[in-house]
């Protein structure tokens, strides 16, 4: 039942990324306003899940679940009933409040419901929501683009969480509320606006400038509050988060892999589809068809890895995975303006098999590592490390690809002298028409070479981050009621 929330969540992400342009026709939106439609769930998503801990104890887990799975097919149904941007954004945001404690809330629940020796298991198809739902994202919210209509990329979640709803309310077992503790309002609201401020600063650092004011002001901002965070939590008697966590070093190495381990999983699910529908011209669904293989790979490998964790430990399946990630992004740099089907076939393959080996032991084995009683404030930071870490590896590499992106078509262009070639002469002297097939073509070569270098950094992240997963524990996890040796000092 756990799976059916975190999978409808994490879905809704990547399906809405499809009818972005479709939606921008319907509401006659420019290209910098419909941006907010994403970039304000993500914001609220940031904003919210710092709290999401001390929901949990004050109304019970079970309870703050089967609300929050109503809530979000409800906001859903909301969105998909909106009639201009503004109203899409507004219902964007009320999507994110839930959006943002179903994930912390079911990692939380899944660690009290299942023994520590099986929890690999567990976790293994636990994760299928987190791996799966962005793969297959593409090709169903494609389909319902080109064939039917975009409003049901967001009624799609409206049966699921009813069902989803009425199922864990029969099956999950009752977690009530836990010790009264007030809530750190000072303390969320350090958090909540360091994190609106990073988060805000890297949405909109392409179109704002990365040395402009607002961004660096944004930035400083946001590293200053999130320093006043850390300070007032290891100063009041109830934190909002419980930062003991970071005391255990499985954990924080965990959110290192974590963030290698991220960009690696949604960068290519962004760059990708970028490339095969702008550069080669292809519809959504077909675009989506193509990334279905690599997810289904995933939807077989992430119960094993799971199962592997149990029986050997997370280190040598998160070894492994990382370095056929690596070199899945290695075949991928070799994309071109040539590239076949079959290449990308193969290539998204070869990354998904690395990305389901070691993503659930990556998280397994630093949840894992936490006492009990601080597991929930694990999940949120663990929740809050995966959307950071993938929204500012996403900037980055789209800074890396637009700087090479235009120094290769400065490089490129400069060398097409209608002069010394007859036949640019030739194309030149029938119009701008007819040199456009030839600026196309280096256009799509120029985009190609950008990618190339992105997917070539994320290879080489996927393998610095090998070398650190041989510092994870080896062997069985230790079984329920027995402590491991995990604390830093």
């Given amino acids: 039942?756990?799976?059916?929330?975190?999978?409808?969540?994490?879905?809704?992400?990547?399906?809405?990324?499809?009818?972005?342009?479709?939606?921008?026709?319907?509401?006659?939106?420019?290209?910098?306003?419909?941006?907010?439609?994403?970039?304000?769930?993500?914001?609220?998503?940031?904003?919210?899940?710092?709290?999401?801990?001390?929901?949990?104890?004050?109304?019970?887990?079970?309870?703050?679940?089967?609300?929050?799975?109503?809530?979000?097919?409800?906001?859903?149904?909301?969105?998909?009933?909106?009639?201009?941007?503004?109203?899409?954004?507004?219902?964007?945001?009320?999507?994110?409040?839930?959006?943002?404690?179903?994930?912390?809330?079911?990692?939380?629940?899944?660690?009290?419901?299942?023994?520590?020796?099986?929890?690999?298991?567990?976790?293994?198809?636990?994760?299928?929501?987190?791996?799966?739902?962005?793969?297959?994202?593409?090709?169903?919210?494609?389909y319902l683009v080109d064939y039917v209509d975009w409003r049901l990329i967001f009624l799609l979640n409206l049966p699921i969480g009813l069902v989803g709803c009425v199922a864990a309310a029969a099956v999950l077992p009752r977690f009530g509320p836990g010790p009264r503790r007030r809530?750190?309002?000072?303390?969320?609201?350090?958090?909540?606006?360091?994190?609106?401020?990073?988060?805000?600063?890297?949405?909109?650092?392409?179109?704002?400038?990365?040395?402009?004011?607002?961004?660096?002001?944004?930035?400083?901002?946001?590293?200053?509050?999130?320093?006043?965070?850390?300070?007032?939590?290891?100063?009041?008697?109830?934190?909002?988060?419980?930062?003991r966590v970071f005391r255990h070093w499985p954990f924080v190495n965990s959110l290192l892999l974590i963030t290698a381990n991220s960009v690696a999983l949604f960068s290519p699910l962004f760059y990708l589809p970028l490339f095969l529908q702008e550069g080669r011209g292809m519809q959504a669904f077909d675009t989506g068809l193509l990334l279905l293989p690599p997810a289904l790979v995933m939807l077989v490998m992430m119960p094993i890895a799971g199962r592997l964790y149990d029986l050997i430990g997370p280190r040598i399946p998160t070894v492994l995975g990382l370095v056929v990630t690596g070199y899945g992004m290695v075949l991928m740099a070799d994309i071109s303006a040539d590239i076949t089907r079959q290449e990308v076939v193969v290539w998204t393959m070869v990354r998904s098999l690395g990305v389901g080996l070691c993503m659930m032991p990556i998280m397994t084995g630093g949840i894992s590592a936490l006492p009990p009683e601080i597991v929930s404030s694990g999940s949120a930071v663990n929740t809050i490390v995966q959307r950071v870490a993938t929204a500012f590896g996403l900037a980055a590499l789209t800074a890396l690809a637009t700087t090479v992106q235009a120094q290769t078509l400065a490089d490129r262009a400069a060398l097409l002298d209608p002069g010394a070639d007859p036949r640019l002469h030739e194309l030149a002297a029938r119009g701008a028409s007819a040199l456009y097939p030839l600026m196309r073509e280096l256009q799509l070569q120029t985009m190609a070479t950008s990618f190339h270098d992105v997917f070539l950094v994320i290879a080489w992240m996927s393998f610095a981050a090998a070398g650190l997963a041989l510092l994870q524990r080896h062997g069985r996890p230790a079984r329920a009621g027995t402590a491991e040796p995990a604390e830093i000092g």
């Fill in 183 to 243: 809530f750190d309002l000072p303390g969320f609201a350090a958090a909540a606006s360091g994190l609106f401020a990073l988060l805000l600063a890297v949405s909109e650092g392409q179109d704002w400038g990365w040395t402009g004011y607002r961004v660096l002001g944004l930035t400083v901002f946001g590293l200053l509050a999130l320093a006043l965070f850390v300070v007032l939590e290891l100063e009041v008697e109830q934190p909002l988060l419980d930062l």
């Fill in 1 to 142: 039942m756990l799976i059916t929330g975190m999978f409808m969540s994490i879905l809704d992400v990547s399906i809405v990324n499809v009818a972005i342009p479709t939606i921008q026709k319907q509401f006659a939106a420019s290209t910098q306003d419909i941006q907010w439609i994403t970039t304000a769930y993500t914001l609220c998503l940031g904003m919210v899940v710092p709290g999401t801990a001390w929901l949990g104890d004050r109304f019970g887990l079970t309870r703050t679940y089967l609300v929050s799975l109503l809530s979000f097919a409800a906001a859903s149904a909301l969105c998909a009933l909106a009639w201009d941007l503004p109203s899409m954004v507004a219902f964007r945001i009320l999507q994110a409040i839930p959006g943002g404690i179903i994930p912390v809330v079911c990692v939380t629940m899944l660690y009290r419901i299942v023994p520590s020796e099986r929890i690999g298991t567990a976790m293994g198809l636990y994760g299928l929501g987190i791996v799966v739902a962005p793969a297959i994202g593409p090709t169903l919210g494609g």
